[in-house]
């Protein structure tokens, strides 16, 4: 549908705010490098005041870098007003004008473009078709539901067939369960589309539901890039794991290596691990270890002391020492295995392809 | 660390938008040349002589007694009426926030009360002062038998002006109590004060701020006002009659701008304490929206003696509003009760009223207009856009509103006669109509550009973003986003603003010509000469248009606009 899918390139983006307190200046976005193929999906991703709407709201336009060149397909737009930017953007209020009814709201950037009332019409009816609003041209932005409201926002954006579409954390204002059904939706309408789309979060779960690409933004600095999978079972620093799912990290030393394949000391206990080839002998390591990848058995790596123990459904939630280190275990479907109780000795198990050696 | 590429950038984003820039150019060349300029035009006046630069304008000045005099008097005016107003304004507030009121008959007084001084002349109150309580007044000479009641002078005006001025404090401080959190008195009740002691200990204090703000709103209105004393102040000057004084009698045109440069700077300097301590403290105290309603009291040793001392007061304003028409209905006020339309008859036949409705009319009409999308767009680059000259736009269009009407017509005359800086550039434009439609246009922008930044503080500056992200330009934006977003507080703008100018009077009267007749001119004329028949009937068609224009924009506003009913909020500056 779109005319021609875009990629965006940042070279080098930095952005420096003052601290209306202090007036200290700091950057807001350091050094930024990333390139988004055309046609993907991918969310920026941080915890807030992490440079990632930042970012965004560089891209559209709004803001301008300090440092650096942005490309929207081969064309430099740094200097390009938000107007003139081949970009659309949905944003986290919507911001729907609420003086137009839904058909004015979508057609609004189409007149803006002087394009005749038939087409207008023609493109109006097939992207409200697409988001499901059909029927729905002359209702008042008042008159609907936050979901719908989030539906005209996107087709309002859609409509323009623009070379890269914008999210401004476009789910934060609907509830848990909206929420989820619009993530799909937006995920389907963009696959439809085929158009590129940048899509700001915090909320990681909804990163990995919908992105090809995750970029993980910490304090204005890219943190790590990557597909949910990479980033998830690889993440290359503490904060990536911390961030993205629930992880153990527990601290140790290489004691042996044999090519990728190497055993770490953690507290006394030899554990057997993968992917250790960037690491030399008796180097410091931390290994992750997700609570869902490890299970409580009668033998196993880490022998531990059960402090919690908790039935939650669908899974058993422990917490065990291993020395002086709390790991958190999530154990599915525990109706057929053993329950261990608190204060019970138990051994935290796992395989060794299912650790990560940072 | 160097912000100069984002700098960079975000001039060449500005400049790509040729209509903003040009809009910004015209803005702050029309700023700089007729508020600006016609102050600085005044300091240049009263320091530089043929001698160079010298004081010795200002040492000739404080030299006339009855300069010094000028002063004491205003300050002392200003002083008196400022508490009372703040007093009478806090009463109000409070009978109308804090108790029981028994009837809706009080209730629409209190309504009638706010509304009036609105849609009135500043000067009608003189006007039924004299009738009332003057040599031949309804009151003193047949009520209590008087003969020789001189209403003229220091407890006139004090008088004349806290009628006119309490209700713009009474409006002021109804929305700081409203906002006051109900469950902090309860608060106080609860751990054993008095209502009293919680009146005292809690809600004066807390209102204290804004009490300080209405007093200094009121004493820089009083000082700034002319037409008042001008009527009723008899022997009795203050700056502003003085400077006119000044310069249409001695002729004394550099005496006059050094006199006008000092009552500048006493406003200036009450402008200043009150914009950015009090205003700043008073807003503080308003945490948001009270969280329920409050226990109204209900004690009758309370509410009895409140609320008839408001009655009381707001009958008397009403009576002095209602003299106005019966002035011009009765053959001759004090001595014949006899009706007659001659003095309709006679502003019309004798008069030339037509021509003077005609006049203020139409260049009201010119204005008002003019205003109300000036201030718009003053507002809309204040709070939605970032650029440099910004803070010079707000601070001057600001600053108009310290500005004595009186102060700014003799800027005029100093700048404009002769052209500008006595060059002859633009001379042309003294003495015509456009140079009044300006006058109208500056002194109305302050109360525009105010109530459009507040209307427009309160829009999500996405929605605005958003247009500007699928494709529009800033005029399209102004003009298809926030525009119409703000239709309504630009309606009010455009009728505040005709009512202002058409009943304005201080800066005007220095600068018409015989070539124009204005309502409010023609007003201060016949009352001057003692002809109160045709002064009242003058004015009671004048109120009459103003109030029916109000009422039109209420109804247009009720069934095409979006929201909130406007005509008295307007007031509150």
């Given at each position: 549908m779109a005319k021609e899918k875009k990629g965006v390139r940042l070279e080098h983006v930095s952005k420096i705010y003052e601290d209306p307190k202090t007036k200290k200046e700091f950057y807001a976005v350091h050094d930024t490098s990333l390139s988004i193929a055309p046609g993907s999906f991918v969310t920026l991703l941080g915890p807030s005041g992490c440079g990632k709407t930042t970012t965004l709201r560089m891209i559209a336009g709004f803001?301008?870098?300090?440092?650096?060149?942005?490309?929207?397909?081969?064309?430099?737009?740094?200097?390009?007003?938000?107007?003139?930017?081949?970009?659309?953007?949905?944003?986290?209020?919507?911001?729907?004008?609420?003086?137009?009814?839904?058909?004015?709201?979508?057609?609004?950037?189409?007149?803006?473009?002087?394009?005749?009332?038939?087409?207008?019409?023609?493109?109006?009816?097939?992207?409200?078709?697409?988001?499901?609003?059909?029927?729905?041209?002359?209702?008042?932005?008042?008159?609907?539901?936050?979901?719908?409201?989030?539906?005209?926002?996107?087709?309002?954006?859609l409509v323009l067939e623009p070379g890269v579409l914008l999210f401004d954390e476009p789910l934060s204002n609907l509830d848990a369960k909206l929420r989820v059904t619009m993530r799909t939706e937006i995920r389907r309408i963009q696959q439809e589309a085929g158009i590129t789309a940048i899509y700001v979060t915090h909320d990681q779960s909804e990163a990995m539901a919908i992105s090809d690409q995750i970029i993980i933004m910490e304090k204005g600095v890219v943190a790590q890039i990557g597909t949910p999978q990479e980033i998830y079972y690889h993440p290359k620093s503490e904060f990536v794991a911390d961030f993205i799912g629930e992880a153990n990290f527990l601290k140790g030393k290489l004691t042996a290596k044999?090519?990728?394949?190497?055993?770490?000391?953690?507290?006394?206990?030899?554990?057997?691990?993968?992917?250790?080839?960037?690491?030399?002998?008796?180097?410091?390591?931390?290994?992750?270890?997700?609570?869902?990848?490890?299970?409580?058995?009668?033998?196993?790596?880490?022998?531990?002391?059960?402090?919690?123990?908790?039935?939650?459904?669908?899974?058993?939630?422990?917490?065990?020492?291993?020395?002086?280190?709390?790991?958190?275990?999530?154990?599915?479907?525990?109706?057929?295995?053993?329950?261990?109780?608190?204060?019970?000795?138990?051994?935290?198990?796992?395989?060794?392809?299912?650790?990560?050696?940072? | 660390m160097a912000r100069t590429q984002s700098a960079e950038l975000d001039r060449k984003k500005f400049f790509a938008d040729p209509i903003m820039v040009t809009t910004i150019v015209v803005l702050i060349a029309f700023l700089t040349l007729f508020?600006?300029?016609?102050?600085?035009?005044?300091?240049?006046?009263?320091?530089?002589?043929?001698?160079?630069?010298?004081?010795?304008?200002?040492?000739?000045?404080?030299?006339?007694?009855?300069?010094?005099?000028?002063?004491?008097?205003?300050?002392?005016?200003?002083?008196?009426?400022?508490?009372?107003?703040?007093?009478?304004?806090?009463?109000?507030?409070?009978v109308e926030e804090y108790v029981q009121l028994r009837t809706r008959f009080l209730g629409g007084l209190f309504k009638m009360v706010s509304m009036l001084p609105v849609v009135s002349p500043p000067f009608v109150l003189s006007l039924s002062m004299i009738m009332l309580f003057g040599k031949a007044g309804i009151i003193t000479r047949y009520l209590l038998h008087i003969y020789d009641n001189s209403v003229y002078g220091f407890w006139g005006i004090a008088i004349?002006?806290?009628?006119?001025?309490?209700?713009?404090?009474?409006?002021?401080?109804?929305?700081?109590?409203?906002?006051?959190?109900?469950?902090?008195?309860?608060?106080?009740?609860?751990?054993?004060?008095?209502?009293?002691?919680?009146?005292?200990?809690?809600?004066?204090?807390?209102?204290?701020?804004?009490?300080?703000?209405?007093?200094?709103?009121?004493?820089?209105?009083?000082?700034?006002?002319?037409?008042?004393?001008?009527?009723?102040?008899?022997?009795?000057?203050t700056l502003a009659t003085t400077i006119y004084l000044q310069i249409t009698g001695a002729y004394d045109k550099e005496g006059a701008a050094a006199m006008a440069v000092v009552l500048l700077c006493i406003t200036l300097a009450m402008f200043i304490v009150q914009k950015y301590y009090l205003e700043a403290k008073s807003t503080a105290t308003l945490s948001g929206k009270a969280s329920r309603g409050r226990m109204l009291i209900t004690d009758k040793s309370v509410t009895r003696p409140l609320t008839v001392m408001c009655a009381a007061l707001s009958l008397f304003v009403i009576l002095m509003y209602v003299c106005v028409p019966f002035g011009a209905l009765f053959r001759t006020w004090g001595y014949d009760f006899h009706l007659t339309t001659k003095w309709f008859v006679q502003v019309f036949?004798?008069?030339?009223?037509?021509?003077?409705?005609?006049?203020s009319f139409v260049l009201s009409l010119i204005a008002s207009p003019i205003t109300a999308l000036l201030s718009m767009i003053i507002s809309y680059l204040v709070v939605k856009r970032r650029f440099k000259a910004k803070g010079f736009i707000e601070a001057v269009s600001m600053l108009a509103m310290a500005v004595p009407g009186t102060v700014l017509g003799i800027g005029y005359i100093r700048g404009f006669s002769g052209g500008v800086f006595h060059t002859g550039f633009l001379q042309q434009l003294y003495g015509t109509g456009a140079i009044l439609i300006i006058v109208f246009i500056v002194r109305s922008l302050p109360t525009g550009t105010r109530s459009g930044i507040s209307a427009l503080r309160q829009i999500d500056k996405s929605i605005e973003e958003s247009a500007y992200d699928m494709g529009a330009d800033s005029f399209k934006v102004f003009m298809t986003v926030t525009l119409p977003l703000i239709k309504d507080s630009f309606l009010s703008g455009l009728v505040t603003a005709f009512v202002r100018s058409i009943t304005a009077i201080s800066a005007i009267i220095l600068l018409v010509t015989p070539q124009f007749l204005l309502i409010t001119v023609q007003i201060n004329e016949f009352a001057e000469k003692g002809a109160y028949g045709i002064a009242c009937a003058f004015a009671t068609i004048l109120i009459a248009i103003t109030y029916g224009s109000v009422l039109l924009m209420n109804l247009f506003i009720k069934y095409f606009g979006t929201s909130r009913k406007i005509g008295v909020t307007e007031n509150e500056s």
């Open positions: 803001e301008s870098p300090d440092e650096g060149e942005i490309y929207l397909g081969d064309e430099a737009i740094n200097a390009l007003t938000p107007n003139k930017r081949d970009t659309a953007m949905v944003f986290q209020s919507y911001a729907l004008l609420p003086h137009y009814n839904i058909y004015d709201n979508v057609a609004y950037g189409l007149k803006l473009r002087k394009l005749d009332r038939k087409t207008i019409k023609e493109k109006v009816t097939g992207i409200l078709k697409l988001v499901g609003l059909e029927g729905m041209e002359s209702r008042m932005t008042n008159q609907l539901s936050g979901g719908q409201q989030q539906r005209v926002a996107l087709a309002r954006a044999d090519g990728t394949r190497g055993t770490v000391d953690i507290s006394g206990n030899a554990v057997p691990v993968e992917g250790v080839d960037r690491f030399a002998l008796q180097d410091d390591c931390t290994l992750v270890l997700r609570p869902e990848s490890a299970r409580l058995s009668e033998s196993g790596q880490l022998p531990c002391k059960v402090i919690l123990s908790c039935f939650m459904g669908s899974y058993q939630n422990y917490h065990v020492m291993v020395g002086d280190n709390l790991v958190k275990i999530t154990d599915f479907n525990p109706k057929n295995k053993k329950i261990y109780e608190v204060g019970d000795d138990a051994f935290v198990a796992f395989d060794a392809d299912s650790v990560h050696v940072l | 508020i600006l300029y016609p102050l600085a035009i005044l300091l240049v006046d009263s320091f530089v002589t043929k001698d160079g630069v010298t004081v010795d304008v200002f040492r000739r000045i404080m030299n006339m007694p009855n300069f010094r005099k000028a002063i004491t008097n205003t300050l002392k005016v200003g002083f008196l009426v400022g508490i009372a107003s703040a007093l009478i304004g806090l009463l109000f507030a409070y004349v002006q806290t009628m006119t001025f309490f209700p713009v404090c009474y409006m002021m401080l109804k929305g700081l109590l409203k906002n006051i959190d109900p469950s902090l008195e309860e608060a106080a009740r609860d751990m054993g004060a008095s209502r009293f002691k919680v009146f005292t200990t809690v809600t004066l204090p807390l209102v204290l701020p804004g009490l300080g703000n209405a007093f200094l709103v009121t004493f820089i209105e009083s000082i700034a006002d002319f037409a008042n004393p001008m009527i009723i102040g008899g022997s009795y000057d036949k004798r008069y030339k009223g037509l021509k003077a409705f005609r006049d």
